[in-house]
T-cell receptor
Framework: DQQVKQNSPSLSVQEGRISILNCDYT??????FLWYKKYPAEGPTFLIS?????DKNEDGRFTVFLNKSAKHLSLHIVPSQPGDSAVYFCAASADGGSNYKLTFGKGTLLTVNP | DTEVTQTPKHLVMGMTNKKSLKCEQHMGHRAMYWYKQKAKKPPELMFV???????INESVPSRFSPECPNSSLLNLHLHALQPEDSALYLC????????????FGSGTRLTVV
C-alpha cells in the first residue's frame, strides 16, 4: 500500500509557464514533507521541504503548498525552465524527521519545452 | 565538500560472487542510509546508520550486509544475490535530524546475472 502517491507519471509544460506537481499521502502521522529532483544517472537532489505546521514554503522559483485536511501537497515552479526537466519525487516522514525514515512517491517526470 | 561519493558506478556480478558497494561523505553528517531503487519505482529504504550504529533495518535479506567503519564511510556487502536484486543502490547522508534533507550519491547500478 503506497503511503505517498504521485498520480501523474509525467507532465509537460512550456518554458516560462507554471509547473504544478502534485502529491497525496495517506499516513496521518506524516508531518514533514520534502521534494527531490533527479536527473538521469544522478542521485536525487533535495529541493524544498515543508513542515506540517505551515501551509506554504517558498524558495526562489519553487513553492510548496500543503493542505493537511486533504492530505495533499503540491510543488509549483514559476517560471519553468528547460533545466528543470527531471523526475520529481515527493517524500514524507513522521516525527518531524527525527526517525530518519523517508517514504517516497513514484515520481513525476517533468519536461519543460523551450 | 558537499558530496556523497559512491563506488563503483556500475557493477555486474554473478549469483555466487561476493562484492561490496562503498559510500563516502565528508560533510560531518551523522546519519547514513542505503536505499534501493528499481525502474519506475520510488527509492526504498534498506538501512539507516546513526552515529555509526545500525538503527533501522527494513527487513532486508541477509545477503545484504551493511557496515559503517567510521562516520564518513558506509559499505554494503553483497553475497549470493538473485537477479531480482538488480537495481540502483543509493547511498545518502543527513544531519542528525533529516529536516535538512538527505544528500544522495549518484548510485551504483547493480546487475546480477
Amino acid at each position: 500500500d503506497q503511503q505517498v502517491k504521485q498520480n501523474s507519471p509525467s507532465l509537460s509544460v512550456q518554458e516560462g509557464r507554471i509547473s504544478i506537481l502534485n502529491c497525496d499521502y495517506t499516513n496521518s502521522m506524516f508531518d514533514y514533507f520534502l521534494w527531490y529532483k533527479k536527473y538521469p544517472a544522478e542521485g536525487p537532489t533535495f529541493l524544498i521541504s515543508i513542515s506540517s505546521i505551515k501551509d506554504k514554503n517558498e524558495d526562489g522559483r519553487f513553492t510548496v503548498f500543503l493542505n493537511k485536511s486533504a492530505k495533499h501537497l503540491s510543488l509549483h515552479i514559476v517560471p519553468s525552465q528547460p533545466g528543470d526537466s527531471a523526475v520529481y519525487f515527493c517524500a514524507a516522514s513522521a516525527d518531524g524527521g527525527s526517525n530518519y525514515k523517508l517514504t517516497f512517491g513514484k515520481g513525476t517526470l517533468l519536461t519543460v519545452n523551450p | 565538500d558537499t558530496e556523497v561519493t559512491q563506488t563503483p558506478k556500475h557493477l555486474v556480478m554473478g549469483m555466487t560472487n561476493k562484492k561490496s558497494l562503498k559510500c563516502e561523505q565528508h560533510m560531518g553528517h551523522r546519519a547514513m542510509y542505503w536505499y534501493k531503487q528499481k525502474a519506475k519505482k520510488p527509492p526504498e529504504l534498506m538501512f539507516v546508520y546513526s552515529y555509526e550504529k545500525l538503527s533501522i533495518n527494513e527487513s532486508v535479506p541477509s545477503r545484504f550486509s551493511p557496515e559503517c567503519p567510521n562516520s564518513s564511510l558506509l559499505n554494503l556487502h553483497l553475497h549470493a544475490l538473485q537477479p531480482e536484486d538488480s537495481a540502483l543502490y543509493l547511498c545518502a547522508s543527513s544531519q542528525e535530524r533529516q529536516n535538512y534533507g538527505y544528500t544522495f550519491g549518484s548510485g551504483t547500478r547493480l546487475t546480477v546475472v
